[in-house]
């Protein structure tokens, strides 16, 4: 489970100088590329400090990535009843401070336009958006702004009046795109469940959208603009919930890295 919360220099602190003084327990580069450093902190006193920070400065964690695991669980927990094996009260997690976290983009890849013609599509896309050709891939820069991958050509999307609110979720660009484009135009109703779509991550790259669009795979893409760690506490501390596959978190730990054992 892949956990988020707010900074708290303290924290940091006590974290950064056990690094500093300590050595870790394991070292090692994956397969791709990322190194992985793990310590131990087996001081009862450090524990106890950060234990104690934790219980008065962080009033709550973010789930980042794992929310359908942690749904799980805790259904298996409660169909146990009474009989519960030991560990199973609880589950492994990673914690990261915000200010160590990076979000990236989270585009969007969709395999036919549902029946129109590219003409058609731009004519209905101009009603709510404004379009530029552009000269090489597009890595939104703002908030509204998208980038769309169409016959070999990238061409720039500026979000217009009326096409979003000020909410917390209408205000995301998953949101925009997925209300004026994916729904409306290209009969995407469910991101969760259609199989004509399909989520890239951004550290594979813009050139993975052109590469499966030039393939024939895939008719369109768009390039979205990051969500905020800001906005994505915003969401959570307002009760509301992320839309789907609209964060793409890093650093992130190799499965099966560490592991929780559950005895019965």
Same mark, same amino acid.
């Given at each position: 489970?892949?956990?988020?919360?707010?900074?708290?220099?303290?924290?940091?602190?006590?974290?950064?100088?056990?690094?500093?003084?300590?050595?870790?327990?394991?070292?090692?580069?994956?397969?791709?590329?990322?190194?992985?450093?793990?310590?131990?902190?087996?001081?009862?006193?450090?524990?106890?400090?950060?234990?104690?920070?934790?219980?008065?400065?962080?009033?709550?964690?973010?789930?980042?990535?794992?929310?359908?695991?942690?749904?799980?669980?805790?259904?298996?927990?409660?169909?146990?009843?009474?009989?519960?094996?030991?560990?199973?009260?609880?589950?492994?997690? +990673?914690?990261?401070?915000?200010?160590?976290?990076?979000?990236?983009?989270?585009?969007?890849?969709?395999?036919?336009?549902?029946?129109?013609?590219?003409?058609?599509?731009?004519?209905?896309?101009?009603?709510?958006?404004?379009?530029?050709?552009?000269?090489?891939?597009?890595?939104?820069?703002?908030?509204?702004?998208?980038?769309?991958?169409?016959?070999?050509?990238?061409?720039?999307?500026?979000?217009?009046?009326?096409?979003? +609110?000020?909410?917390?979720?209408?205000?995301?660009?998953?949101?925009?795109?997925?209300?004026?484009?994916?729904?409306?135009?290209?009969?995407?109703?469910?991101?969760? +469940?259609?199989?004509?779509?399909?989520?890239?991550?951004?550290?594979?790259?813009?050139?993975?959208?052109?590469?499966?669009?030039?393939?024939?795979?895939?008719?369109?893409?768009?390039?979205?603009?990051?969500?905020?760690?800001?906005?994505?506490?915003?969401?959570?501390?307002?009760?509301?919930?992320?839309?789907?596959?609209?964060?793409?978190?890093?650093?992130?730990?190799?499965?099966?890295?560490?592991?929780?054992?559950?005895?019965?």
């Amino acid at each position: 489970m892949f956990l988020a919360y707010k900074n708290v220099d303290e924290i940091d602190m006590l974290i950064n100088k056990w690094k500093q003084d300590k050595n870790p327990v394991y070292d090692l580069v994956a397969d791709d590329k990322i190194q992985h450093s793990i310590w131990i902190v087996n001081d009862n006193k450090v524990i106890d400090k950060i234990s104690e920070l934790f219980k008065t400065q962080v009033p709550a964690t973010y789930i980042a990535d794992g929310h359908h695991r942690a749904a799980s669980a805790a259904k298996v927990r409660k169909a146990l009843g009474k009989k519960v094996p030991v560990g199973a009260d609880i589950f492994l997690t +990673t914690l990261f401070p915000s200010n160590q976290l990076r979000i990236m983009d989270y585009n969007r890849l969709v395999k036919d336009l549902n029946g129109l013609s590219r003409e058609e599509l731009f004519q209905k896309l101009e009603e709510k958006f404004s379009i530029e050709k552009a000269a090489a891939a597009v890595a939104p820069s703002q908030l509204h702004e998208f980038g769309m991958y169409l016959g070999k050509q990238w061409y720039t999307l500026t979000a217009k009046e009326g096409t979003y +609110t000020t909410d917390p979720i209408g205000i995301l660009d998953v949101t925009i795109l997925q209300d004026n484009v994916l729904n409306p135009l290209l009969d995407i109703k469910d991101p969760r +469940t259609d199989t004509r779509i399909d989520f890239v991550g951004g550290i594979r790259g813009l050139g993975e959208l052109e590469k499966r669009v030039d393939s024939g795979e895939m008719a369109v893409a768009f390039s979205l603009y990051p969500v905020s760690i800001q906005q994505l506490f915003d969401i959570a501390d307002s009760g509301n919930v992320m839309p789907p596959k609209s964060t793409w978190f890093e650093p992130k730990l190799r499965d099966g890295l560490l592991t929780h054992l559950i005895n019965d």
